[in-house]
């Protein structure tokens, strides 16, 4: 389903990992909405065709969320062209962890997922908040999975740092809600597409399965609620965390 039209329009907003899976449709999707973007990614051709694709209301700019020289550079490139900052969506992760329990998993494969999906929420965040707050109704979206909600097996690394993520969530909006900001997260399932082509079909298939709305879930399936925290009329919510799985998980 298209976001609402215009529901973002003039607001101005960084998505990291948009190069391609959910970050590529959240970016389409502000782009409906009315905003204008910058995406981030280490995947510079990827990044580079896709803003080019989507036209004059989007820049990319190259960025790896476990850096905090990278994020304090593409931040500063970022917000030059877009004169500011209303909106971030923190979508950048990786999973890594190749289907293997916990005792087969490498110390390498573990410390970098927490690099990517811990560390780099916090770097992100951390340096978009002079910015969301000098706007005065900044908004915060952080891509959670609802993995961390039902402890899904052989991806240990994956899922304690996706609860890391909605508990980030859940202190950031106590942090920044004084300064107009609020913080909320989505929590995913699995989501068919191109960055989930290694998941076995058994996988896809239990998931499928154990959905109230009985289908796999699309990339698309995301994007309205990730727009509608992002604007205006989201500015009383905060703090939450919004299973978006077809009824896997039900809070």
Known sequence: MDAQPLLLRSRRILITGAARGLGEAFARSCVRAGARVVITDVLVDRGLALAAELGDAVRFVEMDVSTADSVTRGMQVATRWLGGLDG???????????????????ESVFDRVMQVNIKGVWLVTTAAHPLLKACG???????????????????????????????????????????GITVNAIAP??????????????????????????????????????????????????????????GFVMN
Request: glycine share 10%; with cysteine; charged share 20%.
């Open 88 to 106: 971030l969506i923190n979508n950048a992760a990786i999973t890594n962890s190749g289907g293997k329990l916990m005792h087969e998993l490498e």
């Open 137 to 179: 109704n900044g908004r915060v979206v952080n891509i959670a999975s609802d993995t961390a909600l039902w402890g899904a097996p052989r991806l240990m690394a994956y899922v304690a740092s996706k609860g890391a993520v909605i508990s980030m969530t859940r202190s950031m909006a106590r942090e920044l809600g004084a300064d």
């Open 189 to 246: 399932g699995l989501v068919a597409g191109e960055s989930t082509e290694y998941v076995p079909a058994a996988r896809h298939e239990f998931y499928r399965a154990g959905r109230a709305i009985e289908r796999e879930q699309l990339p698309q399936d995301c994007t309205d609620a990730v727009v509608f925290l992002l604007s205006e009329g989201a500015g009383f919510v905060s703090g939450q965390v919004l299973p978006v799985n077809g």
